[in-house]
């Protein structure tokens, strides 16, 4: 079974979306079909088949969840230290074209969230810092062209 990565507060993230989904989208759905079987004629009941669809949404998820939950292992970054960048560590960088800072945590695949700064161990920007340490230099293939960025920083916890 493929084993992955994964930091506390990511896996807490998915217990509580897996614990949301069994004990109240599940439930809510299982009303809102039997709402719509009340209804008659199945063949033409769009809230049913609406209904049904959700419910293969949600039954998928879970069983996606479980799947992650139970192959996930637990890396606590705070338990890291040094100055090379690894799984949990996060990057302080600066974009050597526009100069701008920019901060990352280097997470899990299942709990990378850009807009929160975390990002996949897996993206091409997390593939170039691993290993690298303050004051080195990584390109990084862009849609744009390639990006150049400064490690400033690297810091665990």
Do not use: C, W
């Amino acid at each position: 079974m493929q084993k992955f990565p994964m930091t506390g507060p990511g896996l807490q993230n998915l217990e509580a979306e897996l614990r949301h989904l069994k004990s109240e989208e599940r439930p809510a759905i299982i009303r809102a079909i039997a709402e719509a079987r009340s209804h008659g004629d199945l063949s033409e009941n769009a809230e049913y088949h609406s209904a049904r669809e959700r419910q293969s949404f949600i039954e998928g998820r879970i069983a996606e969840l479980e799947e992650i939950i139970s192959a996930a292992e637990v890396i606590d970054p705070s338990t890291l230290s040094g100055d090379t960048v690894k799984f949990g560590a996060h990057v302080e960088l600066i974009d050597e074209e526009s100069d701008k800072e920019v901060t990352y945590q280097i997470v899990g695949v299942h709990e990378a969230d850009i807009k929160a700064g975390r990002i996949s161990v897996t993206s091409p920007l997390a593939k170039s810092l691993i290993g690298k340490k303050p004051g080195d230099t990584v390109s990084v293939p862009a849609p744009g062209g390639d990006r150049s960025y400064e490690i400033l920083a690297v810091r665990f916890g």
